[in-house]
């Protein structure tokens, strides 16, 4: 059944933006059917009339396990890689997405910031839909190094040597409600970034002795963390 998000209720009615409307005349084309819509983080399943007005028929109670909230910090990638780790990120659980500039990213943002951020919560959002969440992401304006001092346990991902290993810091830290992980650009972060992230609290963690691709990075740290903390 297909999952839609609305941000408007109008008597016994959800209002859907025109894109979601579109998608449900034009691509799924759907007639009279049944679909989910989840608002204000509930969900309610919900009954297309001929008119492609959403009826509600009853609010479906769901239990929410998630306790612990991720926060994803990720350089700006170029537009592919971008859109793979917002997505996959997404269907993982991450919580909270905070792009950054980093010496080494290959992409920098200029007046076009604005579109690319409206952009990517249209990949967010889709992605939610796909997963079956009930809420989604919510992505921040693109920050600096020195802005992203986060509250709870902070991990960034390096490829130093003789550094403590992901999983150590992890099992040694479950009391935490959050969890702020910062990734490197292609190339990773230059000392001076990564010194910076330690003097803020950020731990250096291994991901292991393979060199990662970047969008590969946020998958695999936070399946780790899933695993983890799973009940």
């Known amino acids: 059944m297909q999952r839609y998000f609305s941000k ?3 008597d016994n009615n959800f209002i859907l933006s025109n894109e979601d409307l579109y998608h449900i005349k034009t691509v799924m084309r ?5 679909i989910e819509v989840v608002y204000n983080n509930s969900l309610y399943l919900c009954k297309l009339d001929k008119d492609y007005n959403v009826n509600i028929e009853k609010k479906i109670e769901q239990i929410n396990n998630k306790k612990v909230k991720f926060i994803l910090c990720i ?3 170029q ?3 971008m859109s793979f780790v917002l997505q996959k990120a997404t269907e993982l659980g991450v919580d909270y997405i905070v792009p950054f500039y980093a010496v080494r990213s290959k992409v920098k943002l200029d007046l076009k910031e604005d579109k690319k951020i409206i952009r990517w919560n249209k990949i967010v959002k889709e992605a939610s839909e796909q997963s079956k969440r009930l809420d989604i992401p919510i992505i921040s304006n693109v920050k600096k190094i020195s802005e992203l001092n986060f509250e709870g346990l902070k991990i960034l991902c390096s490829t130093k040597e003789k550094i403590n290993n992901i999983k150590n810091e992890i099992k ?5 409600d959050t969890i702020v992980m910062v990734i490197g650009p292609e190339g990773g972060l230059s000392n ?4 910076q992230l330690n003097k803020i609290g950020f731990k250096s963690v291994s991901l292991g002795e393979q060199i990662l691709r970047v969008e ?3 998958i695999y740290l936070l399946s780790i963390l899933n695993y983890e903390l799973m009940e």
């Open 8 to 10: 408007e209720k109008k």
């Open 216 to 218: 590969t990075v946020p």
């Open 75 to 77: 350089p700006l990638l």
């Open 172 to 176: 040694n830290n479950l009391n935490y």
């Open 30 to 34: 759907m007639k009279e059917d049944f």
């Open 192 to 195: 001076l970034e990564e010194e």
């Open 79 to 81: 537009e592919q890689k």
